[in-house]
Every structure is written in structure tokens, then in C-alpha cells.
């Protein structure tokens, strides 16, 4: 499956490198029609602008509530259209087009639901101290 492009921020949830992404909260949304088609227009107050976005793009964005990893967004999306066979590597293709560039998405090979108290907890650390005390990004730059 593939989205149209995107330019869209999210909220610090994914930003931090967690798994459940979620939409920020001071984001405006409206549907509106164009040429018989709905869309929907994203304002982001932050740096005043508008994105478009296709239905699929916005169903898929609404279900980033901070409850689903993107394996569930995915199945979420399959069992609202089985004609669009969404897998979890779209979602996370869909993600890496929003130009966040504070976020990281890792993944720990062999991490259990409770990676804290996981053995491989010392992974989950390691990861967790790197994003810690990774310099500024471009984003955090003032120019």
C-alpha cells in the first residue's frame, strides 16, 4: 500500500522513539470537498501551515491515539478495508515521511510486553540513554 506524501508532525509519543504514536493535540483538522473528493486540511499552529491529506491518510493518522503500535493501526486499517492489505511496514513507511526529526523507532529483538523488566531490559536501556544524549537536532537549532 502507499500514502500520498506527507508533511504532517506528531506529537513527542513517537518523537521519543516509543511505540504507540500520537497525534498532537493542538493541530487543527477539517474535512472539506474538493473537485467531489473529501479531503482533509491539517493547520499547524506551530509553524502556520496546511497539509492535505486523503481519506486513507487521515483514517490512518486518526488512529494514532496513543493506545495502538503500529502493528494494530495496521490490522485496525485491514479490518476497516481489506482491499488496502495495510501492513505494519507501511504504517512505519507512512511515519518516516512525517518530518519529525527528533523521532526514532527501534525495535528490540526478542523484548517481551514488559521490556523493563525484560532480560533485555539492558537493551532497552542502552537504546533509551543514546536518544538521551544525542546532540540537537536541526529542529532544536536556532538559526
Known amino acids: 500500500m502507499r500514502f500520498g506524501p506527507t508533511s504532517l508532525q506528531v506529537s513527542s509519543v513517537l518523537a521519543k522513539g516509543l511505540k504507540r504514536p500520537k497525534l498532537r493535540t493542538d493541530l487543527r483538522i477539517s474535512e472539506q470537498t474538493v473537485a467531489g473528493e473529501i479531503s482533509y486540511v491539517v493547520k499547524n499552529h506551530e509553524t502556520n501551515s496546511y497539509n492535505?491529506?486523503?481519506?486513507?491518510?487521515?483514517?490512518?493518522?486518526?488512529?494514532?491515539?496513543?493506545?495502538?503500535?503500529?502493528?494494530?493501526?495496521?490490522?485496525?486499517?485491514?479490518?476497516?478495508?481489506p482491499?488496502?492489505?495495510?501492513?505494519?511496514?507501511?504504517?512505519?513507511?507512512?511515519?518516516?515521511?512525517?518530518?519529525?526529526?527528533?523521532?526514532?523507532?527501534?525495535?528490540?529483538?526478542?523484548?517481551?510486553?514488559?521490556?523493563?523488566?525484560?532480560?533485555?531490559?539492558?537493551q532497552l536501556w542502552h537504546v533509551m540513554q543514546g536518544w538521551m544524549t544525542m546532540p540537537p537536532g536541526l529542529s532544536a537549532q536556532k538559526v
Open 52 to 81: 492535505r491529506y486523503g481519506a486513507t491518510e487521515y483514517q490512518l493518522l486518526s488512529l494514532c491515539d496513543g493506545t495502538r503500535t503500529a502493528a494494530e493501526i495496521a490490522k485496525v486499517m485491514y479490518e476497516k478495508d
Open 83 to 122: 482491499d488496502l492489505t495495510t501492513s505494519e511496514a507501511d504504517v512505519l513507511d507512512f511515519f518516516q515521511k512525517l518530518p519529525n526529526q527528533d523521532r526514532q523507532f527501534v525495535v528490540l529483538a526478542g523484548a517481551a510486553h514488559s521490556v523493563v523488566f525484560s532480560n533485555t531490559r539492558r
